[in-house]
């Protein structure tokens, strides 16, 4: 199918990468089918954009890849909707942020992918982790001046 | 809204398999048990109402404002990559 996206233009997705969020995501529950698509200039980076809204994309990391020591806990009747058989089939992303200079982290409400079934939800972890958990290092351009 | 008067170690009812038992009052803090399903998620409703902000929020950046986040990553999985070596646990 063919859709239309504000930030990356009219797009080719095959049916089979359709992820399906049942219960949307918090804020966004109009939006139940998103595609997973990955960044053009970035590999660390992908994006996660609505199918019925054109203006609706976020941008998702894997949070090992930026909070190494991240460990995060998901109560059962989060992930029970999910229906995983096996916990091996998940895939974790967590959404990205700006806030003012400095991209952010929501490491409380990571986004689980049930890559077997195409589901996916974001879920509340347990435990005291940041919604806005701050990457550093932004002021990089400086010292490459310097 | 339904208000309904309880004291401690009362509890009401939601549907035929939600228990609130008001396990403790202290001050103007009461605490709460919750028996739900599994299926059946509880939060703090600011919590969910923060997530709602953050989610609206991120929704509308932009690609070149994500951009830098290229020199902050690690090496590790990529999202696109279909089962990234990570495990939910539950």
């Known amino acids: 199918m063919r859709i239309n996206t504000t930030r990356f233009g009219r797009i080719d997705i095959e049916t089979d990468d359709l992820l399906h969020f049942a219960s949307g995501l918090p804020g966004l529950e109009d939006c139940q089918r998103w595609a997973l698509l990955a960044d053009a200039g970035n590999d660390a980076l992908g994006w996660l954009q609505a199918t019925s809204r054109s203006d609706i994309a976020l941008a998702v990391v894997s949070p090992r890849r930026f909070v190494p020591d991240y460990q995060v806990r998901i109560p059962r009747s989060e992930l029970s909707p999910l229906a995983m058989r096996d916990l091996r089939d998940a895939q974790l992303l967590v959404v990205v942020a700006r806030h003012a200079e400095t991209l952010t982290l929501n490491l409380k409400a990571p986004i689980v992918i049930n890559v077997e079934a195409r589901t996916g939800r974001q879920v509340v972890a347990s435990g005291d982790l940041p919604m806005r958990y701050e990457l550093i290092g932004q002021r990089s351009s400086l010292k490459k001046s310097a | ?90």
């Open chain 2, 1 to 90: 809204m339904l208000v309904l008067s309880r004291q401690r170690d009362e509890s009401i009812m939601i549907g035929d398999s939600i228990v609130v038992t008001i396990v403790d009052i202290r001050g103007d803090k009461v605490r709460l048990g919750i028996n739900a399903p599994a299926e059946v998620p509880v939060h703090r409703q600011e919590v969910y109402e923060a997530i709602q902000r953050e989610n609206v929020r991120a929704s509308r950046l932009a690609p070149e404002q994500a951009e830098e986040i290229g020199k902050l990553a690690g090496r590790g999985p990529v999202p696109n990559s279909g089962k990234a070596g990570e495990s939910a646990r539950g």
